[in-house]
């Protein structure tokens, strides 16, 4: 089993910036994935982007790349998105998962075995 506990989210204005962590326990993450999703109100969860816990191998969605960066902390544990020129559009319950591969995975929810709670992003026009 593996547990993740998301934190960071809050309100921003158009143009502002956030970083999100995720911070993982149970087991070693050598052999995971680490994925960050996005769920606006009345959309499906959608991929934002993805890490490799071994090689740090990342994969972006085409709405975020050269926005937001994905990055691990083998010591701590934990993987982070930082969100920078974020657009009202960007605005979302931001989930991380887990996936048990060590292969950057498919974008879709099924890839991942392990999810957190989720942590609100807001951002006003």
């Known amino acids: 089993q593996v547990q993740l506990v998301e934190s960071g989210g809050g309100s921003v204005q158009a143009g502002g910036s956030l970083r999100l962590s995720c911070a993982a326990s149970g087991r070693t993450l050598n052999s995971y994935a680490m994925g960050w999703f996005r769920q606006a109100p009345g959309k499906e969860r959608e991929f934002v982007a993805v890490?490799?816990?071994?090689?740090?191998?990342?994969n972006y969605a085409d709405a975020v790349k050269g926005r937001f960066t994905i990055s691990r902390d083998t010591a701590k544990n934990t993987v982070y998105l930082q969100m920078n020129s974020l657009k009202p559009e960007d605005t979302a319950v931001y989930y991380c998962?887990?996936?048990?591969?060590?292969?950057?995975?498919?974008?879709?929810?099924?890839?991942?075995?392990?999810w957190g709670q989720g942590t609100q992003v807001t951002v006003s026009s």
């Open positions: 890490i490799t816990w071994y090689g740090g191998i990342t």
């Open positions: 998962a887990a996936a048990r591969t060590f292969r950057v995975p498919r974008t879709g929810t099924d890839a991942y075995d392990y």
